[in-house]
């Protein structure tokens, strides 16, 4: 039995679970076990379901854990997070490892609690990365660029709604003189000067805040996006030596696993045994886990920039872009509409069928009484017997065994 056939009879075995003959069992049929006969009772399959599902959590989480055993490379401050470019093959990856390139603003609870100030920002706690790559000071200029900036903004701000309160006064004030009221509440020409003062200072915060804005914030920010490039290089390479690491550990905890289940389901496989489907489950369950781990590794290696290339180039074109949700369909199509007419191909298999009917006493071919019937079937005119080669008897064609003398075919 090649490959192929053990891929298929897995698949099917796994998502219909239906057990049915192998090729080389149809002339050789147990006795007591009928074509559609189910080997394992409803308890068993049951039982066997709970195995796959436990057992496949179990083996989850403790491939889970594993990722805590190569030391990770050290997580960069969360200010790091809009300095970074976050490229395709990073968003699968850190979400996978369920751990993000930057902290969270607030890295633990304590520092929370203890710096908790109204509108102060948390502090940046630098990796060795960042220190390497000169980033902190750098950081540390663009937040008080940021802060002064802030300031700016909101001075300004509160100048507008001065301005604006000025404004009035400075018109009810020539109101009052138009008027001409006693008393003047208002003096014009202090109004006046404060008013033009009040403009000179808004004027030299707009200053101020374009020039944060448009040339010293912009060009710290410029810097610190580069530096962070530079540092990427380096911080995916140590992500990809952990990946590695991680890669070779989950192997040696899997692959021995699955090999022995493999090994146990073939030989059981063989030898027709009922105790093949405790190992078909098991099969299933290294299975999953070794396609997580394989996937896991290739996503990171090839898999997902390859996706992306692909992605890429396909966009470009319309049409190619629906051709690929076409050719999905078809491959879906394909594989459940394949699995379909694998496993009926197998029920209704001209020899099984033969078999199946033989053994109800009946003609292969149109089910008339094998009782009426001698070499050939009276009713659609199929040959039913042959001589045997060896005792030269009239034996049954469709059976393996000689009724005679035994001898097989
Ligand atoms: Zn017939
Ligand atoms: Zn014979």
């Given at each position: 039995?090649?490959?192929?056939?053990?891929?298929?009879?897995?698949?099917?075995?796994?998502?219909?679970?239906?057990?049915?003959?192998?090729?080389?069992?149809?002339?050789?049929?147990?006795?007591?076990?009928?074509?559609?006969?189910?080997?394992?009772?409803?308890?068993?399959?049951?039982?066997?379901?709970?195995?796959?599902?436990?057992?496949?959590?179990?083996?989850?989480?403790?491939?889970?854990?594993?990722?805590?055993?190569?030391?990770?490379?050290?997580?960069?401050s969360h200010c790091a997070q809009e300095f970074?470019?976050?490229?395709?093959?990073?968003?699968?990856?850190?979400?996978?490892?369920?751990?993000?390139?930057?902290?969270?603003?607030?890295?633990?609870?304590?520092?929370?609690?203890?710096?908790?100030?109204?509108?102060?920002?948390?502090?940046?706690?630098?990796?060795?990365?960042?220190?390497?790559?000169?980033?902190?000071?750098?950081?540390?200029?663009?937040?008080?660029?940021?802060?002064?900036?802030?300031?700016?903004?909101?001075?300004?701000?509160?100048?507008?709604?001065?301005?604006?309160?000025?404004?009035?006064?400075?018109?009810?004030?020539?109101?009052?003189?138009?008027?001409?009221?006693?008393?003047?509440?208002?003096?014009?020409?202090?109004?006046?000067?404060?008013?033009?003062?009040?403009?000179?200072?808004?004027?030299?915060?707009?200053?101020?805040?374009?020039?944060?804005?448009?040339?010293?914030?912009?060009?710290?920010?410029?810097?610190?996006?580069?530096?962070?490039?530079?540092?990427?290089?380096?911080?995916?390479?140590a992500w990809r030596w952990y990946e590695f690491?991680?890669?070779?550990?989950?192997?040696?905890?899997?692959?021995?696993?699955?090999?022995?289940?493999?090994?146990?389901?073939?030989?059981?496989?063989?030898?027709?045994?009922?105790?093949?489907?405790?190992?078909?489950?098991?099969?299933?369950?290294?299975?999953?886990?070794?396609?997580?781990?394989?996937?896991?590794?290739?996503?990171?290696?090839?898999?997902?920039?390859?996706?992306?290339?692909?992605?890429?180039?396909?966009?470009?074109?319309?049409?190619?872009?629906?051709?690929?949700?076409?050719?999905?369909?078809?491959?879906?199509?394909?594989?459940?509409?394949?699995?379909?007419?694998?496993?009926?191909?197998?029920?209704?298999?001209?020899?099984?069928?033969?078999?199946?009917?033989?053994?109800?006493?009946?003609?292969?071919?149109?089910?008339?009484?094998?009782?009426?019937?001698?070499?050939?079937?009276?009713?659609?005119?199929?040959?039913?017997?042959?001589?045997?080669?060896?005792?030269?008897?009239?034996?049954?064609?469709?059976?393996?065994?000689?009724?005679?003398?035994?001898?097989?075919?």
């Amino acid at each position: 039995m090649g490959f192929e056939d053990w891929n298929l009879e897995f698949l099917c075995n796994m998502f219909l679970f239906f057990r049915s003959k192998t090729k080389e069992e149809v002339n050789t049929t147990s006795p007591g076990y009928e074509e559609q006969e189910q080997k394992t009772p409803k308890a068993g399959y049951i039982l066997l379901f709970f195995m796959f599902v436990t057992a496949l959590f179990f083996g989850w989480r403790a491939l889970d854990d594993l990722r805590d055993v190569p030391s990770r490379p050290e997580s960069l401050s969360h200010c790091a997070q809009e300095f970074l470019t976050t490229k395709w093959e990073d968003i699968g990856r850190y979400q996978y490892l369920n751990y993000p390139v930057y902290e969270l603003a607030y890295p633990t609870k304590e520092s929370r609690l203890v710096d908790f100030k109204p509108q102060a920002e948390p502090p940046c706690i630098y990796s060795v990365y960042e220190t390497r790559y000169d980033i902190p000071v750098r950081m540390e200029r663009h937040r008080s660029y940021n802060r002064e900036l802030q300031d700016v903004e909101i001075k300004l701000g509160r100048m507008d709604t001065d301005i604006a309160e000025l404004d009035r006064a400075y018109d009810m004030a020539l109101q009052e003189k138009m008027a001409n009221v006693g008393g003047r509440i208002y003096s014009i020409t202090e109004l006046y000067q404060k008013k033009e003062d009040a403009k000179l200072q808004r004027s030299e915060f707009e200053t101020r805040r374009d020039e944060l804005r448009n040339n010293l914030l912009k060009d710290v920010d410029e810097n610190l996006r580069m530096k962070y490039r530079e540092l990427m290089l380096e911080y995916r390479v140590a992500w990809r030596w952990y990946e590695f690491k991680l890669f070779l550990l989950e192997m040696i905890f899997v692959f021995p696993f699955f090999w022995f289940v493999f090994r146990m389901y073939k030989r059981l496989l063989a030898k027709n045994s009922p105790y093949t489907i405790i190992f078909t489950a098991l099969v299933a369950v290294a299975s999953v886990l070794t396609l997580r781990i394989l996937i896991i590794w290739f996503w990171s290696l090839f898999l997902a920039r390859i996706i992306q290339t692909l992605w890429n180039f396909i966009q470009n074109f319309a049409l190619l872009k629906s051709l690929v949700f076409f050719g999905g369909m078809f491959l879906v199509i394909t594989i459940f509409g394949g699995s379909v007419y694998w496993l009926q191909k197998r029920i209704f298999e001209p020899k099984r069928v033969a078999l199946r009917r033989m053994r109800q006493k009946q003609c292969p071919n149109c089910q008339t009484s094998l009782d009426l019937a001698e070499s050939f079937c009276p009713n659609c005119g199929r040959k039913l017997k042959e001589k045997c080669s060896i005792c030269n008897n009239e034996r049954w064609l469709d059976f393996s065994t000689c009724g005679y003398c035994g001898s097989k075919k």
